[in-house]
């Protein structure tokens, strides 16, 4: 699943115009530099270079000073275009191997002329566009945030070059925001905060990309999935469980060995077993649904299973719960004739809109409906009927729901066209996770069927949907979009008691037992620090609730009760505090 941006905006000319700049300023930092490539990103760009010396922090200053007066110098961006056979020559003569490279490349696809970009005494292989002149960036906004290692054309094989990252915004007050957002960020990061609230971990002898979850983590996930679970048992969604092995040929006919290709994890034993880690569920399920004769009346029939996939994604991109090798994924399928498409996927979405307004995200987001490739139909499976019709239909649910999705060409799935949301979190970050894919081809490829009215065999449609996509990369959403702070529901420990001193311990664990019969989540705080101390603790674990017992409350049956984020106590019952809670945590406040 993709991360998208935004559709793009005039932004990115400005942007793209600063990455040539700051080449320029790197030129006349190292004038033996060699150039890759320099594209503009989401909030910025970056370009990437061959140089002769590792940077260090301090580079960036001087390299943003030589990128003021370069902009203050008011170079005009003069674009040009040249014979393949002249770029070859000039880009030589400049001793820039990458951008031969690229030439050449351009030239096998049968390119004539190439397009070249000049601004002072900098003259870059591009195809624009770009501002009239440098002196169009405005010089109070922009900055160069960090540097890091990229091989050549994201290959492991090709030399590491040294990227440089910048951000580059309309206005001074844009940029100030965007660096608060930045700060807030690093604050939240879910790496930080997984590890301070004990959430997960990592561990040298399992392995990078394979998380491992505490007690608490666990408890956040099963949580998520009993809600989610219940939500889409009111659609009719049936549990169902697989394993996580599979024969390679199951992945051949629904054509995900061809899409996944090496990031397959095959499995084998002593015993000549060949076997593949299952990359994604929908083939299991598929199977599940061939067990038996199908009659039209038993349609729709709707699986769902959270569940471990595993892809062997490149070690350089593993890092945190954003990108792992073992995935936990909620996943369902609906089995259905094509009457019943539209109303299994506005039942996908009204599910998406319950979770996701029980978080409060859903107020931010936008969808995209996910097409074709229509300049590359190779890419995808199935026949150019059914997607025709299967993207219709998505457009008349986007009208009919409200739901304004923006149609984004390239970004189906492999089977057919879909519907992605999009959220932001509490910084802007944006993230997509929540998906529906109509998908008529694969049920064709394993030769499913249903019997109709009349007797005959008919495949169904496949739709599929993902609610929170994978856990992992959902618990970075909350992490980070609460900073931890999760709302009582969902938080892993709800209430913590504290007794004064030992003297109030036994009274303490009396009200715990309360507690916990009455099913909620308590954690006894009775070390032997200071109560100072073990308020601060509870502080900085973001607990809900805590309950500091004493003397007096152990003479009128009551706790001290402070809410995160206040200093103010209120005595109540226990009695009465534990039906406040139980509300609390039944009605999601």
């Known amino acids: ?37 320099g594209p503009s990103i989401e909030n910025g760009f970056y370009y990437d270079f061959d140089l002769p010396r590792t940077l260090i922090p301090e580079d960036l200053e001087i390299l943003e000073e030589k990128m003021r007066a370069i902009i203050k110098a008011n170079y005009p961006f003069e674009r040009a275009e040249i014979s393949i056979a002249e770029a070859l020559k000039d880009f030589k003569k400049l001793g820039q191997d990458y951008k031969l490279e690229l030439i050449d490349e351009l030239s096998k696809k049968g390119e004539e002329k190439v397009s070249v970009y000049k601004s002072g005494h900098f003259v870059d292989l591009c195809s624009g566009p770009h501002l009239d002149s440098t002196g169009e960036i405005p010089v109070d906004a922009i900055k160069l945030t960090k540097i890091s290692g990229a091989y050549w054309r994201g290959d492991e094989k090709n030399k590491m070059l040294q990227r440089i990252y910048g951000v580059a915004f309309a ?8 660096l608060h957002m930045l700060e807030e960020a690093e604050k939240r990061d879910h790496r930080k905060l997984g590890k301070e609230l004990d959430l997960f971990c990592f561990s040298d002898l399992v392995g990078p990309g394979l998380p491992l979850f505490t007690p608490k983590g ?29 024969k390679p040929e199951l992945f051949e006919i629904s054509g995900h060995a061809k899409k996944f290709g090496d990031e397959l994890f095959h499995v084998t034993s002593g015993k000549k077993h060949e076997f593949v880690l299952k990359p994604v569920q929908c083939p299991h399920q598929t199977q599940i649904y061939a067990s038996k004769t199908r009659s039209y009346r038993d349609l729709p029939i709707r699986y769902m299973e959270s569940d471990k996939q595993y892809r062997a994604e490149k070690t350089g991109e593993v890092g945190g719960l954003s990108r792992v090798y073992a995935i936990t994924v909620e996943d369902g399928h609906s089995f259905c004739r094509v009457d019943q498409v539209k109303d299994e996927i506005k039942n996908m979405v009204n599910i998406i809109k319950d979770l996701y307004g029980s978080i409060g995200l859903w ?17 995808y499976i199935g026949e150019t009927s059914d997607w025709d019709t299967c993207e219709k239909m998505l457009q008349e649910i986007s009208d009919e729901m409200g739901l304004d999705a923006k149609k984004q060409e390239g970004e189906a ?30 049920p064709k490829r394993f030769g499913l069927e249903y019997i109709n009215e009349k007797g005959e065999k008919i495949p ?41 001193s030992e003297k109030f ?8 037992t309360q507690f916990i019969a009455s099913g909620i989540r308590v954690e006894l705080h009775n070390q032997s620090e200071s109560l100072g101390k073990r308020i601060r603790e509870a502080e900085k674990q973001k607990i809900p609730y805590m309950l500091v017992v004493g003397e007096k409350e152990e003479a009128d049956n009551s706790v001290a009760v402070r809410s995160r984020g206040t200093k103010e106590q209120e005595v109540m019952e226990v009695e009465k505090f534990i039906e406040k809670i139980v509300v609390e945590i039944k009605e999601k406040k």
């Open 1 to 37: 699943m993709s991360n998208k941006k935004t559709p793009p905006n005039n932004l990115d000319i400005l942007r793209h115009s600063t990455s040539h700049v700051m080449a320029a300023a790197v030129l006349q930092m190292f004038p033996e530099a060699k150039f890759a490539i």
């Open 171 to 178: 206005s001074k007050n844009d940029l100030k925001e965007y």
């Open 218 to 246: 666990t408890t956040l996930i099963d949580t998520l999935k009993k809600e989610v679970e219940s939500i889409c048992r009111k659609y009719g969604f049936e549990k169902v469980s697989a394993p996580s092995l599979a």
């Open 363 to 379: 107020d931010n987001h936008w969808v995209s409906l996910s097409v074709r490739d229509y300049a590359h139909p190779e890419k």
């Open 413 to 442: 799935a492999l089977y057919g066209p879909k519907l992605d949301f999009m959220f932001k979190d509490a910084i802007g970050k944006e993230i997509q996770i929540p998906t529906v894919q109509v998908d008529f081809a694969t």
């Open 460 to 500: 169904p449609v496949m739709v599929h949907r993902a609610i929170l996509g994978s856990y992992e990369r959902f618990l970075v959403l909350l992490i980070e979009h609460f900073a931890g702070a999760f709302p009582l529901w969902l938080s892993p420990v709800q209430v913590a008691i504290l007794p004064v």
């Open 505 to 512: 311990e036994k009274y303490a664990k009396d009200v715990e």
